[in-house]
């Protein structure tokens, strides 16, 4: 009997189910446009890009230099220094004093800064660890915290740390007050605490605990606060972990040097800035930096339409706009030298 024949002639033709439709965007047939590169597009480009950069660049760093800023340092690492006897005091709270003076108007409204050397914030294990749940208000995490937290989870009685974890139990806790000297008459300076944090990080990260009508005292019972925490620095039982001095620090920075925001000036007599005079700072020392060579500022600054004193913005413009001009100036000689040329004459 003779086998029956194979047709293999359709083997590989899709089926026409399998056929894309026939469109424009299916089959590739869509408009197209690719530019000709050539030396009177290229070389004026980059001739105004370069300008348009050293233009923006200038403007930044004029603006950068135009932000006033006053830094008082109170490490106390040697003696004589500001604060030299609390650094070297291990009892807490101990309390010392800066004056100053202010030849010029300091432009308004004005910010105070604390500033922190060698603390690195970014250290991994430093930075992980927290527990976010605990913080947005979870409360299976506030008895039962993280992890990550370890060994700031429980203290030594094994009761869960509200916050936990390495990060909250460094929180910095020195407390700072300003004092304006007029007329043999001392002035307290009005600082404000409010709005000094991220909106996303007060309104949405950090949230209280609730449970029915509990108060958050009530909630937080059978908690302990953070080991280093020292009694009236952060008190958890009325804003909990909305405090916004919290919410600034748990904000881990990326440079070992950086500063955080503290207060803000802009009230009363002093809301346009800060006038002439003599003035004072007195300082709760609460917060030790000699142990890991550390040291610390306060900083008082202005700002400008951009923000906080910044030249490296504008310094990496004029750089990239310089560097345009010149690659332009190198293409237009090329240009310029070889136009007109053969390829097999070059």
């Known amino acids: 009997m003779k086998p029956p024949s194979r047709n293999f002639s359709n083997k590989h033709e899709p089926l026409p189910c399998q056929r894309p ?29 370069g300008l348009s950069f050293i233009g923006i660049g200038i403007g930044l760093y004029y603006s950068s230099n135009s932000i006033k800023e006053s830094e ?11 604060c030299s006897d609390c650094a070297a005091n291990a009892s807490r709270p101990c309390y010392c004093s800066i004056n100053f003076n202010i030849t010029e108007f300091f432009q308004g409204p004005v910010f105070m800064y604390y500033e922190l050397s060698n603390f690195y914030q970014n250290n991994y294990r430093y930075m992980i660890s927290r527990d976010d749940t605990q913080l947005s208000g979870g409360l299976n995490n506030l ?6 937290c370890a060994p700031y989870r429980v203290n030594s009685e094994q009761k869960p740390i509200a916050p936990c974890g390495a990060v909250a139990n460094s929180m910095f806790n020195d407390t700072i007050t300003l004092f304006y000297n007029k007329n043999g008459k001392s002035t307290v300076v009005p600082l404000n605490g409010t709005g000094i944090s991220w909106w996303t990080d007060y309104n949405i990260k950090f949230q209280n605990p609730t449970n029915g009508n509990l108060t958050l005292a009530q909630i ?19 804003s909990g972990f909305k ?3 919290f919410i600034v620090w748990m904000r881990a920075a990326a440079l070992p040097t950086f500063r955080k925001l503290y207060r803000k000036i802009a009230s009363g007599e002093f809301a346009d800035g800060l006038p002439v005079g003599e003035y004072q700072l007195r300082i709760e020392y609460n917060y030790p930096v000699i142990s890991f060579q550390g040291r610390k500022k306060i900083v008082f600054s202005s700002i400008s339409w951009m923000g906080g004193k910044n030249p490296f913005l504008g310094i990496a413009y004029l750089v990239f706009g310089s560097l345009c001009i010149v690659f332009a100036i190198i293409m237009l000689i090329v240009f310029i030298k070889y136009q007109g040329k053969n390829d097999d004459d070059i």
Do not use: C, H, M
């Open 21 to 49: 439709d026939n469109t424009s965007f299916t089959q590739q047939r869509l408009p197209a446009w690719q530019p000709f590169l050539s030396a009177s597009i290229i070389l004026p480009l980059f001739f105004f890009i």
């Open 72 to 82: 008082y340092d109170y490490t106390g690492a040697v003696s004589g220094e500001p």
């Open 143 to 148: 008895k039962n915290p993280a992890n990550e």
């Open 220 to 238: 937080l019972e059978g908690t302990s606060k953070p080991i280093n925490w020292q009694n009236g620095t952060y008190n958890l039982s009325e």
């Open 243 to 245: 405090n916004e001095d």
